[in-house]
């Protein structure tokens, strides 16, 4: 069984994660990393205090020295890590909901652990950890300011000139997460007018669920309304992601978002990493770029492990991310970074609105569907269904992660969620209701195989 997920373990705190269970985790990979010292930070959530003690608690124990960041978005962790040349744990469940919690590792280098690295944690865990010597345990210390240095780490990086000079006005909803602590002061210093809702940190998340999805989205919508602001900027728990509202009060499609984002930074040659469930509006742009798409697995660890393959191939890779927000500059960082993903895209509405900017690339319309199982037998039943229905279409199939259908005027793709006891389904087409079918196809298979 596969421990590290699609991002991460994540789980219902206390029941599929429990402290016992974080503190063998992190004494897993203080074993396998070899590290003097290693960062730890956590999000919002109410448990996260717990799951950080259990955390700092098994890195001691195994001999490492424990550098206690508190409550940050996972970037500034990562940019932290980079700073300091040291591994970091991140107690955070993303997008999930607030009964969940979860942990990421990344690299002294700031970057997730890429799979073969996570795989050698995973074995680690199957055997009992080595404890260090009475007097050899180590110390754990509390840093402050990692917050500040992470915002102007990334003022530093971005073109906060032509952002300014802009005046633009924006709102910004951490949604009670980690990037209540950051976001708003980046934005003001990167010259902006800056109005929040939801930016008090709770790990109840009472305004909003974490993920920024539409649905969730309503109050910040209202608000770049009532303050005629140019732009609406959502996060999720970690602030890792960053999804957006145009000035009409609108959600943005991610997608579109996204390819608008690949369009002002490809040149031909040039690489772009996404995942299989990439929308048709990312493909237009990368060839007509003269660039080339490549395609993981879904999830950031699959494509931060790409994204350092490609590097290391010497091909330079643009841009790399899903359309849910989570995007990757890697002449940055090789990490999802939601502000720095925000003052990206706010350089693109210093130029023109938002609505013009998403017009361009907003021409397919996307359906996704999610159905829970209650157990393994549901999921295996689910599975089997899809898997069915994949080989008896008419369609050119690829099995990258899970089954995606080409019928030329649109896709499909189901696939379990790595976070989440859910099979997701993903449909794109030019109309609402080829979507539609596309997505009930395998959409009815797997409520039929559930007993719905």
């Known amino acids: 069984m596969q421990v590290f997920g699609s991002s991460g373990v994540r789980g219902v705190a206390n029941e599929e994660l429990t402290?016992?269970?974080?503190?063998?985790?992190?004494?897993?990979?203080?074993?396998?990393?070899?590290?003097?010292?290693?960062?730890?930070?956590?999000?919002?959530?109410?448990?996260?205090?717990?799951?950080?003690?259990a955390a700092a608690s098994g890195l001691a124990s195994v001999g490492c020295d424990v550098d206690r960041l508190g409550e940050l978005p996972t970037p500034a962790l990562q940019a932290y890590c980079d700073r300091e040349g040291v591994p970091g744990l991140m107690v955070t469940a993303s997008h999930n909901p607030p009964a969940y919690n979860g942990v990421k590792l990344v690299g002294a280098d700031g970057v997730e652990l890429e799979r073969a690295t996570l795989d050698r944690i995973e074995a680690a865990l199957a055997t009992e950890a080595s404890l260090a010597a009475w007097a050899d345990v180590g110390r754990t210390s509390a840093v402050d300011g990692a917050a500040d240095d992470y915002v102007e780490e990334v003022l530093a990086a971005v073109d906060r000139e032509a952002v300014a000079n802009?005046?633009?006005?924006?709102?910004?909803?951490?949604?009670?997460?980690?990037?209540?602590?950051?976001?708003?002061?980046?934005?003001?210093?990167?010259?902006?007018?800056?109005?929040?809702?939801?930016?008090?940190?709770?790990?109840?998340?009472?305004?909003?669920?974490?993920?920024?999805v539409a649905d969730n989205l309503a109050a910040l919508c209202d608000h770049v309304i009532a303050t005629d602001a140019d732009l609406g900027i959502a996060h999720d728990g970690d602030a890792d992601r960053a999804m957006f509202v145009d000035e009409t009060g609108e959600v943005i499609d991610g997608d579109a978002a996204l390819a608008a984002l690949v369009e002002a930074a490809v040149e031909p040659g040039d690489a772009v990493v996404s995942a299989v469930n990439a929308s048709q509006q990312l493909r237009d742009v990368v060839e007509a770029a003269g660039a080339e798409l490549t395609l993981t697995q879904i999830g950031s660890t699959n494509i931060v492990t790409r994204v350092r393959e490609l590097q290391a191939e010497g091909e330079r890779v643009a841009v790399a991310g899903e359309g849910n927000g989570g995007v990757i500059f890697p002449d940055y960082r090789i990490a999802r970074d939601g502000a720095y993903t925000a003052a990206r895209f706010l350089k693109l509405v210093a130029e023109r609105p938002a609505t013009e900017i998403v017009d361009e690339h907003d021409r397919y319309v996307a359906v996704r569907q999610s159905v829970g199982y209650a157990d393994e037998g549901e999921r295996a039943a689910m599975l089997s269904a899809v898997e069915r229905v994949a080989e008896e279409a008419v369609a050119d199939l690829d099995t990258t992660d899970g089954y995606r259908l080409e019928y030329g005027d649109g896709w499909v793709l189901a696939r379990p969620s790595g976070t989440e006891p859910v099979v997701r389904v993903y449909a794109e087409a030019r109309t609402e209701q080829r979507a539609g079918e596309l997505a009930d196809q395998f959409g009815d298979a797997v409520r039929d195989a559930r007993g719905d």
């Open 166 to 212: 802009a005046d633009l006005t924006v709102v910004v909803d951490p949604g009670h997460g980690a990037g209540c602590h950051t976001s708003p002061d980046f934005l003001r210093e990167l010259g902006c007018e800056v109005h929040t809702v939801h930016a008090q940190p709770d790990g109840t998340f009472p305004g909003r669920d974490p993920e920024p």
């Open 19 to 53: 402290p016992a269970y974080v503190m063998q985790i992190a004494q897993a990979a203080g074993s396998v990393l070899e590290a003097e010292r290693v960062a730890l930070a956590r999000d919002t959530r109410t448990t996260g205090q717990q799951f950080a003690d």
